[in-house]
């Protein structure tokens, strides 16, 4: 796998090291004080893991802590991008693919490796650069991206995470930190790694054009070619062979799993129950609440079914589902996929699981061949209230929607209270908020989700199971006579 030459016979790359990213086209952003998250963690001498361990609150939400802040002071043992506290690493000459990084110390699942540093440049800049080093002749590409409006290029100034490889069945992964107010890319092992062994993690959503690499990695369930799964790479042509010679490929490989969709495709759906923070659990729902009540314009779906407001489905093109909610509710829903598309870049956050492909459309209900119209109404719980005729029943029917009013406004008030942070963060081309930010958030859409559901199923559980009050006539608005115009409230 590694050349048999001396090590030092080959020339090593001209490159200038650094220890901390360096920022071309804006200045580094300076921390705020109310943008600073204090975990809650105390030092304590007998317990390792508490100065800033697994449990620590910013731990859990990829962001580091602030010196000067941490209650742990020198103890806080989560600065980690902020001390380098990098693996030990020997750099190595391999067959075929350059340079690369072995580990040079037993390396635990998880644990932090080295920071992936560079010049931090626009996505313009960054195009404009790779297609620049590609006519320069320069093979090794060593742009990653940041985020969605900014890149990393390690071509001239970088970290030794510059020489870590491609493999298709990587023992390391990046992820995304929040350092006192930037996001940085580390590599972190995916797995228990002995001394001696090759670093490698996956390229492949990574790719920005140009040339084609043909991948060396050997793993069994090798793409082919470096970043064959991006889809700029299914928009090229070219092929850079080994030997450097360039070949006109006619057909170039094309993934169609869901697995293997580009990652912008795949970002589109968060998985909430993978969540690992204290979210109530949403109640399990029967089968049986399939139901329509034509007469409201209340639509029920079962759960499963529907979109979870705010977590799971981010979309443009809203999808037959989303059309079932209320218009207020559906007003919610795009302030809820501007906040997601806003931490949607931290994909590689471990914290948000943003893994899952779109859940398959689900058809809608049809009536003679056609889809049924499904009018966008708020359900009105007073009126179905009215028509319960047990006390318990309409004072519980009542109780939920106060629940649910109650959750619709902290949402409404959340938004307003983080609305300067996310004009800040637009002003500033940054496509993520604070993990903290994006986590309360998520919190209160939970629970407004998980309110409207116990209001619906309150209704419906009411409806099917207790008596109803007896049909009364009522007068025409217009005071009329009863009679032939007598009209009877209808559920
Ligand atoms: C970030 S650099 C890695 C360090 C590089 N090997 C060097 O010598 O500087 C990425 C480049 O390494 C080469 N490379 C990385 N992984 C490879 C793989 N699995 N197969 C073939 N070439 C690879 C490609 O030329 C790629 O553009």
Not at 354 to 382: C, E, F, M, W, Y
Request: negative net charge; aromatic residues 8%.
């Amino acid at each position: 796998m590694f050349s048999s030459k001396d090590q030092h016979s080959e020339a090593l790359p001209q490159y200038e090291h650094i220890f901390q990213n360096e920022f071309l086209h804006r200045r580094h952003k300076k921390q705020k004080d109310e943008d600073i998250v204090i975990c809650e963690c105390k030092y304590n001498p007998n317990d390792s893991d508490s100065p800033c361990g697994e449990r620590c609150l910013n731990v859990l939400t990829s962001t580091e802590c602030t010196p000067g802040y941490c209650r742990c002071g020198v103890h806080c043992k989560n600065q980690r991008f902020q001390r380098c506290e990098y693996a030990k690493t020997k750099l190595v000459r391999t067959e075929g693919r350059g340079w690369g990084l072995l580990a040079d110390e037993n390396i635990k699942a998880g644990q932090f490796v080295i920071e992936y540093c560079g010049e931090v440049i626009s996505w313009k800049e960054a195009k404009r650069r790779s297609q620049a080093y590609e006519n320069e002749g320069l093979k090794d590409a060593f742009i990653i991206s940041l985020n969605s409006n900014e890149s990393i290029d390690a071509t001239r100034k970088g970290s030794l995470a510059r020489f870590i490889n491609h493999s298709c069945q990587p023992n390391c992964e990046t992820r995304k930190w929040n350092v006192l107010g930037e996001i940085r890319v580390g590599i972190f092992a995916k797995q228990d790694i002995t001394t001696g062994t090759e670093l490698a993690y996956d390229y492949n959503f990574e790719w920005y054009g140009g040339a084609k690499v043909r991948c060396l990695c050997g793993a069994v369930s090798c793409s082919g070619f470096l970043g064959a799964r991006s889809r700029g790479f299914q928009e090229d042509t070219y092929l850079w062979e080994d030997d450097d010679d360039r070949y006109s490929v006619e057909k170039i490989p094309l993934y169609d799993s869901a697995e293997d969709e580009p990652s912008s495709k795949l970002l589109k759906t968060v998985d909430a129950s993978n969540f690992e923070y204290n979210i109530p659990k949403l109640m399990n729902v029967s089968s049986g609440l399939e139901h329509q009540l034509d007469s409201t314009g209340l639509v029920f779906q079962s759960f499963d079914a529907a979109p979870m407001e705010g977590v799971t489905t981010v979309k443009t093109e809203a999808p037959a589902e989303i059309k079932l909610y209320s218009q207020d509710t559906q007003q919610d829903l795009s302030h809820n996929n501007a906040m997601i598309s806003r931490i949607r870049s931290n994909s590689a956050c471990r914290n948000y699981h943003i893994s899952r492909p779109l859940p398959k459309k689900r058809p809608l209900h049809h009536t003679n061949g056609k889809a049924k119209h499904l009018a966008q109404k708020q359900v009105d719980a007073k009126k179905f209230a009215e028509l319960l005729a047990l006390k318990e029943a309409r004072e519980e029917v009542l109780r939920y929607e106060e629940t649910k009013n109650d959750a619709t406004s902290e949402l409404a008030s959340l938004y307003n209270e983080i609305r300067p942070a996310i004009e800040e963060h637009e002003r500033d081309s940054q496509d993520s908020v604070a993990t903290s930010v994006a986590e309360k958030w998520i919190e209160a859409c939970c629970l407004k989700l998980k309110a409207e559901f116990d209001l619906h199923s309150s209704i419906i559980r009411n409806v099917v199971c207790t008596p109803r009050k007896p049909r009364q006539p009522v007068n025409p608005p217009d005071g009329g006579e009863a009679g032939n115009e007598m009209k009877y409230l209808e559920l």
